[in-house]
């Protein structure tokens, strides 16, 4: 599992593992998004399953956040937690003008660092 830390890539074992990749555009509020978006990855982080979290957001409001999962089960368990379901509720309500979600099996991952 991996929380934010020095690097901004997480920490996995090696595939297979899944991936969720939220793609969203937020809205100009900010209405207690920043605190709701931590609240959420530590929540996600004491799921079964939960392996690690990577995100990024550009100045235009554009957005990427990937978890990773051991399983497609551990993902639908963690959609249906209550506290999730209902900030992906205000993040309707308030905090992105669209979002997109996909869901994919890595079976390869590779990368370089200096």
């Known amino acids: 599992m991996s929380l934010p830390s020095a690097t901004p890539f997480a920490s ?7 991936v969720v990749a939220f793609s969203s555009c937020r809205t100009e509020r900010d209405n207690g998004y920043d605190g709701m978006a931590d609240a959420m990855v530590q929540l996600a982080s004491e799921q079964p399953g939960f392996l690690g ?3 990024a957001r550009g100045i235009d409001g ?8 051991t399983n497609e089960a ?3 368990a963690w ?3 209550v506290s999730h379901a209902a900030a992906q509720k205000l993040g309707r309500e308030r905090w992105y003008e669209e979002y997109q979600v996909r869901i ?3 079976e390869r991952a590779y990368g370089f660092d200096r």
């Open 104 to 106: 994919a099996r890595v």
């Open 79 to 81: 959609k249906a937690v």
């Open 53 to 55: 979290v990577e995100s």
């Open 12 to 18: 996995l074992p090696e595939p297979p593992y899944y």
């Open 62 to 69: 554009f957005g990427i956040t990937n978890s990773y999962w």
């Open 74 to 76: 551990s993902i639908r």
